[in-house]
């Protein structure tokens, strides 16, 4: 079975740019999870889809958004890149319950 | 609203000796938990988890976790460490949806 797959794996943006990251979850599973990684934050969540529904939010600007398909492929969006939004974006995809999280290999977006 | 603590952010440890990377949780509802192990350039592969009965799991390489609820810890332990086990460690919580919220990690440097 394929792993979580999340294209591109690299990114350079200038400030004031948008950006998309895409996410293809492993086949079967419908939820579809974000999440920012930083030296200095950590592993921050940004948000969950299951069934093309956003379920959870976490406490990111209106600027972070983020979509889900009818094959569970979820992408995200990034609007008006700030310098601070250099980070390793992570996709998760599980069955949707209280079940493990299984991860992509990231893309690493850097704005400059 | 959930919280982890993971108190060491570094653990030097030398070749075949016993380690413990400590993690502290807090949470109003009933949780789940989950080691996840990072390595350099890569997403997050998932070491073990506990969702319900026996408190002491165990993942295949030879590491295991005991669920204490009364001091609301996961320790993480291995009775003897490789230099492949060198690698960044997070411990993670979940509540509800799919939703997880991390720690701050701990590098565990394994030296010959």
């Known amino acids: 079975k394929a792993g979580v797959t999340q294209t591109p794996r690299y990114l350079i943006k200038t400030r004031g740019q948008q950006v998309t990251l895409s996410c293809s979850p492993i086949?079967?599973?419908?939820?579809v999870s974000w999440y920012q990684q930083t030296p200095g934050q950590g592993l921050q969540f940004l948000f969950e889809?299951?069934?093309?529904?956003?379920?959870n939010k976490g406490n990111f600007p209106g600027r972070f958004s983020g979509r889900q398909f009818s094959n569970s492929r979820s992408e995200m969006n990034v609007s008006t890149l700030e310098l601070g939004d250099s980070a390793l974006y992570l996709c998760?995809?599980?069955?949707?319950?209280?079940?493990?999280?299984?991860f992509g290999p990231g893309t690493r977006l850097t704005v400059t | 609203a959930q919280s982890v603590t993971q108190l060491d952010s570094q653990v030097p440890v030398f070749e075949e000796a016993p380690v413990e990377l400590r993690c502290n949780y807090s949470?109003?509802?009933?949780?789940?938990l989950f080691w996840y192990v990072q390595y350099p350039n890569q997403g997050l592969q998932l070491l073990l988890k506990?969702?319900?009965?026996?408190?002491l799991v165990k993942s295949i390489n030879g590491f295991e976790a005991e669920f204490n609820k009364s001091q609301t810890s996961f320790h993480l332990r291995k009775p003897s460490v490789h230099i492949s086990d060198t690698a960044e460690y997070f411990c993670?919580?979940?509540?509800?949806?799919?939703?997880?919220?991390f720690g701050k990690g701990t590098m565990l440097l394994v030296s010959p």
């Open positions: 998760a995809s599980s069955l949707g319950g209280h079940d493990e999280q299984y």
């Open positions: 086949s079967g599973h419908r939820s």
């Open positions: 889809y299951f069934s093309e529904t956003q379920r």
């Open positions: 949470s109003s509802v009933s949780v789940y």
């Open positions: 506990y969702l319900s009965g026996s408190t």
């Open positions: 993670a919580v979940g509540s509800g949806y799919s939703t997880l919220t």
